[in-house]
């Protein structure tokens, strides 16, 4: 349809019209929205991270100036000091040797206090239902089974800020109904900060994998 002058002037006139009028209720309804986003984010609860081992005291010195082949320290990269490292792999190793040794006849309450004093509460509670296990003891007690294990620290496989993942292989003289046998597994250990201190916080078959930060 052709429009004539006028026509097209009154229809450029209503559109600026319309414009304006949009235009205005942005201006004005943006406020109320911002307004209550900003309610919204005070309103709804967020999610707090799982509470997990303490982090380290201070983040690690670093490096700043140039690296000397000679007399590079590793641990100045590291969130472990080296008596932390040293402290760490000591309780991987003991863990590893302690949770293989164990008799028919020996109270499982007994087996776990042998560990208390190197794993976190939660880990001696888990440990302490598996020894406790009616199937586990029947056998043990069916076949006499004594076991006394040894431990070998292979390598580590991981390190994160609150914990390290040691490579542990367990090895184990078995005597059951009598006959003597040897038995070796290697386990992935977590080691992580417990508060002050560094406990054995996980451990797994090496070849089921773990993971690193329990943080």
Do not use: C, H, W
Not at 82 to 101: K, V
Not at 109 to 114: G, L, M, P, Q, Y
Not at 130 to 144: K, N, S, T, V, W
Not at 169 to 181: F, N
């Amino acid at each position: 349809m052709n429009l004539t002058d006028r026509q097209r002037k009154l229809l450029f006139v209503g559109l600026v019209v319309a414009l304006a009028v949009v235009g205005v209720y942005l201006t004005v309804a943006a406020p109320d929205r911002d307004s209550s986003d900003s309610a919204t984010s005070r309103t709804t609860p967020t999610t707090a991270a799982s509470s997990g081992p303490t982090g380290p005291a201070s983040p690690p010195p670093g490096i700043s100036g140039a690296v000397a082949p000679s007399g590079f320290d590793i641990y100045r990269l590291l969130p472990f000091s080296q008596r932390e490292f040293t402290t760490a792999a000591d309780l991987a190793q003991r863990f590893i040797a302690a949770q293989g040794t164990y008799r028919f006849d020996e109270d499982p309450k007994v087996f776990t206090a042998r560990l208390a004093s190197l794993v976190t509460d939660q880990l001696r509670g888990e440990i302490e239902r598996g020894a406790a296990a009616p199937g586990i003891l029947d056998e043990r007690r069916a076949q006499q089974i004594v076991a006394e294990g040894t431990a070998t620290l292979d390598r580590v496989r991981d390190i994160e800020d609150n914990s390290i993942i040691f490579l542990v292989t367990g090895k184990q003289q078995v005597t059951k109904s009598g006959k003597k046998s040897t038995d070796s597994q290697q386990y992935a250990v977590t080691v992580a900060r417990d508060g002050a201190s560094l406990k054995v916080y996980a451990f797994e078959p090496a070849d089921a994998g773990q993971a690193g930060d329990t943080g």
